[in-house]
């Protein structure tokens, strides 16, 4: 969404901003189910974050995902507290664009969920996606139970491999590690693309299928 140069680099604990101690404004009902933006999560849901490039069109593909209860953007991964965007963008938080996805395990499970997640985007570019270009929108999955991260792990490698024969010799970059913080987004992020149906979708995908085989089912 911004295309100036950014760090190709991650900031460490001191060079990072300070940011702030307050949580930033954001919305407070989601624009496209009505819901709760910030309400607790119904017993039985689970809740997956997922970093795919620019979080605007990112959040559409999962919240038209059948059993995706809520779907919310914000920043993960980074150092900064509670960053606004512009600090994101600017590199020096360590955060990512991240959509966090509340589901109903019953009606659609965590690895079809790293399904879209994998073939909605290019995990293999790195710190960018197409002309998105910064450490915010490298990919990324940030789990939040062990299983969802033998899951994660597990189709990653598979896909590398679906990619291997298909001809993408590139290897998959995308950051695995265990959910520390989401920091949700400004108001206008927040389902951007139902409010501004025109508006910018940098979302793409390399056009091979991600297998779900036996013991990736979770």
Request: net charge negative; with cysteine.
């Amino acid at each position: 969404m911004l295309f100036s140069k950014k760090p190709a680099t991650l900031p460490d604990a001191e060079s990072a901003l300070p940011g702030r101690s307050s949580p930033i404004s954001t919305a407070s009902t989601h624009y496209v189910f009505g819901r709760d933006l910030q309400g607790p999560v119904p017993d039985g849901y689970e809740t997956a974050v997922f970093g795919l490039g620019c979080f605007w069109g990112a959040e559409r593909k999962f919240w038209q995902q059948n059993g995706v209860w809520l779907t919310r953007v914000g920043y993960a991964g980074g150092i900064t507290p509670n960053p606004t965007y512009e600090e994101v963008c600017s590199g020096g938080t360590g955060h990512t664009e991240i959509v966090e996805v509340i589901f109903n395990p019953k009606e659609v499970s965590f690895a079809e969920l790293m399904k879209l997640f994998l073939e909605n985007h290019d995990p293999t570019q790195g710190m960018r996606q197409g002309n998105d270009i910064g450490t915010q929108y490298r990919s990324a999955v940030y789990t939040t139970s062990d299983a969802q991260a033998e899951t994660a792990r597990e189709m990653i490698a598979t896909y590398e491999k679906a990619l291997a024969a298909s001809g993408h010799a590139a290897q998959i970059t995308t950051e695995v590690k265990s959910l520390d913080k989401v920091y949700l987004a400004e108001d206008y992020h927040q389902q951007y693309l139902a409010k501004n149906p025109n508006g910018y979708c940098g979302m793409g995908g390399i056009g091979v299928s991600c297998p779900i085989g036996l013991g990736v089912t979770s």
